[in-house]
């Protein structure tokens, strides 16, 4: 199960910081990231992290609209993964979903390599 939490409404240069609470699932060699889609386009990667080893940046990927700005983390002790995200543009105004890769431990952005998702959280932001 995977559950979002941290969505909002939020000014242009605002912050907010999206948890997922990831529980059921054996992490010694997954991956887990965000994904967002907004009205009318395609869901896309933001930024994904794997759980085997993730204090090193060389384990994450972003996507070239967040970097700099988004930063993602996994805490292995309470099986969540956060996404941090600064300056937020109207750009981002987005459903954000949180999933989980248990198949291997590829963390790109392929949608189809990760097979449970969350059911999102709502990220407004204004201009």
């Known amino acids: 199960q995977l559950v979002e939490s941290g969505g909002g409404l939020v000014q242009a240069g605002g912050s907010l910081r999206l948890s997922c609470a990831a529980s059921?699932?054996?992490?010694?060699?997954?991956?887990i990231g965000w994904f967002r889609q907004a009205p009318g386009t395609e869901r896309e990667g933001v930024a994904c992290?794997?759980?085997?080893?993730?204090?090193?940046?060389?384990?994450?990927y972003y996507a070239s609209s967040v970097k700099g700005r988004f930063t993602i983390s996994w805490d292995n002790a309470k099986k969540t993964v956060y996404l941090q995200m600064n300056s937020l543009k109207p750009e981002d105004t987005a459903l954000y979903h949180c999933?989980?890769?248990?198949?291997?431990?590829?963390?790109?952005?392929?949608?189809?390599?990760?097979?449970?998702w969350g059911r999102g959280t709502q990220v407004t932001v204004s201009s």
């Open positions: 992290i794997s759980t085997s080893d993730s204090t090193r940046d060389s384990r994450t």
């Open positions: 999933a989980i890769n248990t198949i291997d431990s590829n963390w790109g952005p392929t949608l189809e390599e990760y097979n449970y």
């Open positions: 059921g699932f054996t992490f010694d060699d997954s991956a």
